[in-house]
């Protein structure tokens, strides 16, 4: 299976930047793309950016476009979320996740990450 193995979450205030990474490792990947999600507390876990493996397209949630940015080093196999005029209300969990291109549920999601925490004060 697919490992996935977040970093780079912590506190930041608002305005601030962030880069978060997820490191793969395992060879069982069929889905073609990867991404992220966030959950805030007592909300459902939000669809952020997704990347196809191979072309390198992105797609993006309207809420971060424009801030965030999405991308990959092919020969280290990690995606990484550049998170820039962060605002309070993207303060949450990130997940990396693994699936299929063009996904924006959860539940279509094949792998995920641990989740690293992101807070950003005001």
């Known amino acids: 299976q697919v490992q996935l193995v977040e970093s780079g979450g912590g506190l930041v205030q608002a305005g601030g930047s962030l880069r978060l990474s997820c490191a793969a490792s395992g060879r069982t990947f069929s889905g073609g793309a990867m991404g992220w999600f966030r959950q805030a507390p007592g909300k459902e876990r939000e669809f952020v950016a997704q990347?196809?493996?191979?072309?390198?397209?992105?797609i993006n949630a309207d809420s971060v476009k424009g801030r965030f940015t999405i991308s990959r080093d092919i020969a280290k196999n990690t995606v990484y979320l550049q998170m820039n005029s962060l605002k309070p209300e993207d303060t949450a969990v990130y997940y990396c996740?693994?699936?299929?291109?063009?996904?924006?549920?959860?539940?279509?999601?094949?792998?995920w990450g641990q989740g690293t925490q992101v807070t950003v004060s005001s």
């Open positions: 996740v693994t699936g299929g291109w063009g996904r924006r549920s959860p539940d279509e999601y094949d792998y």
């Open positions: 990347i196809h493996w191979n072309s390198g397209s992105t």
